[in-house]
């Protein structure tokens, strides 16, 4: 783990959504570190409540039915839940950027390239002037060939690349510290998908700022993160430096996702198969979330709060049957 | 085997009208001298980027859409110009199943309407009793409960409105399914239930695949054969361990490694 | 009663029946659906909605009351059952709202009985007056209807779904219909053929089918290209079944809200073409022809308001109500609130 003190820790964080259906937990008790100069990935299939955490740590839930519950949000020590509307909107954009899965509707399409990068600039305090000179230097920086003609652009001008180009020039505009990169490359062709999980890291590397990777990706996790939290179900159900999950992953639910993927060397046999569905997230079944799902689940697994447990001195896993089991099945 | 069902040779499609009434010239290549085999039994993989052209091809094999140059052969016939029986006769035989499990059903057909639609046109099942028994076969084949046949298809999850498009490519018993990119929109675990039905299928029934994709873990895992396409043409063909081992093509290679790689140890990406 | 005269007020009230009917069809059929039965569910919850729906219920209970009438013996007029409760003897002429007196005479007489809402000119119930013209802005709403409806629906569906040729010719005629001003059109129509309701039905279709026309078009076009209409032709199904099965079901939210606008803007043109005198002849209830009596009495001494106030309050209320219920209906099946 890192020796410096984490730029962004999220402690026990519970979020709500009001639905048609009764009132939702997305996210159940959530708590993760993020070190400066690091990138913590948090993968989870749709449903896990990956990217309302996203939305939780910005403050940008859905109105008027999303509410964070409890917990804390401390950026630099700082609990970004007790600040007020207006104080938050001022970390927003500065200390705290967010960009999205889709580069389309991210951007304003009545306004210039070059008109929404400075903008963010003047938001917190730039003239316009400033803005526009650091606007052509981020887009210099994100790998525009002629950032100069770009800035007098409109977003329909340019690719689905290019512009989530433009979407994190704007949100490296004011040096965050914390980036929020919400399935960032999920709209995008593979190889621009590379070109752009390279730029991320390039920039990352010479900014040393903290990236939070949201993503369903498990080969752009191996390819970017530092560490990884497994979401499922509203809970982080594995944490873990990205080598150790990919090496020897804990809980039965990473083990499944990773069998499941499909490879050469499974050809002519079934892929492993998750069976069953994710529960309701109105009403979450006591203990183990995954128990319903699980081959290896013995009936104490549905009772009562299933804790973290550490294993081998690295990986977090919420399972109580933990260290019994590892890729392709039991332990001898 | 061996047997090719589906012969696609010189196909070509230009899009936009040439002029018009008040319009100006615009048109766009999409598709440019195709050709490809899909013997009987085979799985043949189109592989490409968006703009590649490879679901247009798709559209045209099926016979919805006219292609402007070159002919699609369908089990010895020519789908391009076909009179209404035999046009009919063909629906039988080719089937669909697209990528968005939500845009692919119509929300306000109940499953039984939407698998008995095409029973029906076919002349498939005697009564509408029989017609539903088979429905509900059909429905335990793609691995769901005969109950679903009430249900409209915002009540399921992703993965069981893809076996109901499944399902509903299967209700005319057809010998050959254009899938376009049908595991795309799901999620990994589910992506993996799809690809075992798709294969047990496949097996069972005989049937023969033409998959589009992007996806190279899944043509990895799936296909006999891959085409690889870029800008309306087929740059690259040939089996797994020529396209994934040894590629030629500069194109191929780049698609190739930029496949993020499951393993944090081999990591390609910038670091 | 006989069985007869029964026919003769089924044939006379047809657009009404016809439309009372459908709305019902509608209603329960779309009861079975899950969509719809969620769009009543959050209906339910809105109380302004819930009030306009009531003052519908209204209205329809007391236009229905009026398209059934019976004749008491051969040489009498024949009644409708709003005729049985509401009609009360005639005064002499005007009289205010629950006044004792006529108003407006050299020498005021009292009245006979009492008006809650004054009479007008030949001495009649302005209450009365006010019901008997409910029923004659729901024959124009339902009627024109009829006729807007289906031309916008069959050439919408066909424009946006072959395109093409189709959708040129289509666009032709929207567009052509669209720049011609509506009332110079329909007081053509009228003048031409003649001033009865029939006629003024058939011009306020032929003028308003244009808006709805253009949304059916835009929609289909959406659909054309979803997947799953791929899906039905990859079936082989036909091209009118994909219309009639696939495509239109998906159209009818939108459809319904722009039909209840239309509804209640036709109601709102009965009104302004009596009053230009082009619309419903003199002598049949009317909210119309009150407003346009209404030129005079505002003039007299002391001035006659009551005319003026009620029929455009009824009128009002209808449009309101309506307007109301497309918007509410609009919230419940907004796609973004749907649950995927």
């Not at chain 1, 939702?24 to 008790?29: E, I």
């Not at chain 1, 039965?252 to 050809?267: F, G, K, N, V």
């Not at chain 1, 699980?294 to 690295?314: L, R």
């Amino acid at each position: 783990m890192s020796d410096l003190a984490p730029v962004l820790e999220v402690r026990n964080l519970r979020t709500y959504l009001e639905t048609i259906r009764g009132r939702a937990w997305p996210v159940d008790d959530v708590s993760f570190d993020l070190h400066p100069g690091k990138i913590r990935a948090i993968v989870g299939e749709s449903g896990s409540g990956k990217s309302i955490t996203a939305l939780s740590i910005m403050q940008l839930l859905p109105e008027p039915a999303g509410f964070i519950d409890s917990g804390q949000i401390l950026l630099e020590g700082k609990d970004l839940l007790d600040l007020t509307w207006n104080e938050m909107r001022q970390h927003r954009g500065h200390d705290l950027a967010m960009i999205f899965q889709e580069p389309m509707t991210s951007l304003n399409p009545v306004f210039t390239i070059g008109n929404q990068v400075a903008e963010s600039v003047v938001a917190h305090g730039g003239t316009w002037e400033q803005g526009k000179k650091r606007a052509l230097e981020l887009l210099e920086r994100v790998g525009m060939e002629r950032p100069e003609l770009v800035l007098r652009q409109y977003p329909h001008e340019l690719s689905g690349g290019m512009r989530q180009r433009v979407m994190i020039a704007i949100a490296l505009a004011n040096r965050p510290k914390v980036l929020i990169a919400d399935e960032p490359t999920t709209a995008l062709d593979v190889t621009v998908q590379a070109q752009i999980l390279s730029l991320m890291r390039e920039i990352q590397k010479e900014m040393g700022m903290a990236i939070l990777l949201i993503t369903h990706d498990l080969g752009v996790v191996a390819e970017m993160a530092d560490d990884v939290s497994v979401m499922y179900a509203g809970k982080i159900v594995e944490d873990a430096p990205v080598r150790d999950l990919f090496r020897s992953p804990q809980h039965p639910y990473t083990i499944d996702l990773l069998e499941s993927l499909p490879a050469r060397q499974h050809r002519g046999q079934d892929l492993a198969v998750i069976e069953g569905n994710v529960p309701a997230a109105t009403a979450w079944p006591a203990g183990c979330r995954y128990a319903n799902r699980c081959q290896y689940c013995i009936p104490a697994c549905t009772e009562g709060e299933i804790p973290m447990v550490t294993v081998n001195g690295v990986t977090d896993a919420r399972c109580i049957r933990i260290g019994q089991f590892q890729r392709g099945g039991v332990k001898a | 085997m061996s047997q090719p069902i589906l012969q696609i040779e010189h196909l070509g499609k230009v899009f936009g009208r040439a002029r018009g009434f008040l319009r100006k010239d615009s048109q766009k290549e999409a598709v440019k001298d195709v050709s490809l085999d899909v013997n009987e039994g085979q799985t043949v993989a189109l592989v490409g980027e968006s703009g590649s052209g490879k679901s247009t091809v798709g559209l045209m094999a099926l016979g919805l859409l006219a292609p402007s140059s070159g002919r699609v052969i369908f089990d010895g016939t020519s789908v391009v110009d076909l009179g209404g029986a035999e046009r009919l006769a063909l629906r039988r035989k080719i089937q669909v199943v697209f990528q968005d499990p939500y845009g692919s059903l119509n929300g306000r057909m109940t499953v039984r309407e939407a698998l008995t639609e095409g029973m029906m046109i076919h002349r498939i099942g005697t009564s509408d009793a029989d017609r539903e028994a088979r429905a509900a076969v059909l429905l335990e084949d793609v691995g769901l409960t005969p109950e679903a046949l009430n249900r409209y298809p915002h009540e399921f999850s992703g993965g069981q409105r893809q076996r109901v498009a499944i399902a509903r490519a299967l209700s005319v018993e057809p010998k050959f399914i254009v899938l376009d990119e049908p595991t795309s929109a799901l999620d990994v675990s589910v992506q993996s239930q799809v690809l075992n039905l798709l294969r047990r299928l496949q097996r069972d029934r005989g049937l023969s695949y033409l998959f589009i994709t992007h996806n190279l873990a899944v043509v990895e895992y799936m296909a006999d054969y891959v085409c690889v396409m870029s800008k309306g043409e087929i740059v690259e063909r040939g089996g797994i361990e020529a396209i994934f081992d040894t590629p030629q093509q500069d194109y191929t290679k780049g698609l190739l490694n930029s496949i993020p790689s499951i393993d944090p140890e081999a990591r390609r990406l910038g670091a | 009663m006989t069985l007869a005269v029964l026919f003769s007020n089924l044939i006379a009230n047809l657009p009404v029946i016809v439309v009372l009917v459908l709305v019902i069809l509608i209603f329960v059929r779309s009861r079975r659906e899950v969509l719809w039965r969620e769009a009543y569910r959050r209906l339910g919850k809105n109380n302004l909605a819930k009030v306009a729906m009531g003052i519908l219920g209204i209205y329809s209970t007391l236009v229905i009351m009026d398209c059934f009438s019976w004749q008491a013996s051969r040489n009498e007029e024949p009644r409708t059952v709003v005729d049985a409760i509401f009609q009360k003897p005639f005064e002499r002429t005007y009289s205010a709202p629950l006044a004792p007196t006529t108003s407006g005479e050299v020498m005021d007489h009292p009245l006979v009985s009492k008006h809650l809402l004054g009479t007008d000119s030949v001495g009649e119930d302005v209450v009365y007056k006010v019901i008997k013209g409910m029923r004659t802005s729901f024959i124009i709403g339902g009627f024109s209807c009829l006729v807007a409806v289906p031309i916008a629906l069959v050439f919408g569906l066909l424009a946006g779904y072959f395109g093409k040729w189709v959708d040129d010719i289509v666009q032709f005629l929207y567009t052509v219909f669209g720049s011609v001003p509506d009332i110079l059109l329909i007081i053509a129509i009228v003048m031409m053929l003649d001033k009865s309701i029939v006629y003024v039905c058939v011009a306020l279709g032929l003028t308003s089918w244009t808006g709805l026309c253009r949304l059916v078009r835009g929609e289909t076009l959406k659909h054309r290209d979803r997947e799953y209409v791929r899906a039905a032709k990859a079936l082989g199904v036909s091209d009118f079944r994909i219309l009639a099965k696939h495509i239109l079901p998906n159209l009818m939210p939108s459809v319904i809200i722009a039909v209840t606008l239309l509804f209640s803007t036709l109601a709102l043109y009965e009104t302004i073409l009596s009053y230009l005198g082009v619309g419903m002849p003199p002598g049949s209830g009317s909210w119309g022809n009150m407003i346009d009596a209404a030129r005079d009495e505002l003039t007299r001494n002391p001035m006659v308001w009551w005319n003026l106030v009620f029929a455009s309050g009824a009128l009002l209320l209808l449009v309101l109500s309506l307007n109301v219920l497309a918007d509410a209906l609009r919230d419940a099946i907004d796609p973004r609130l749907r649950t995927q």
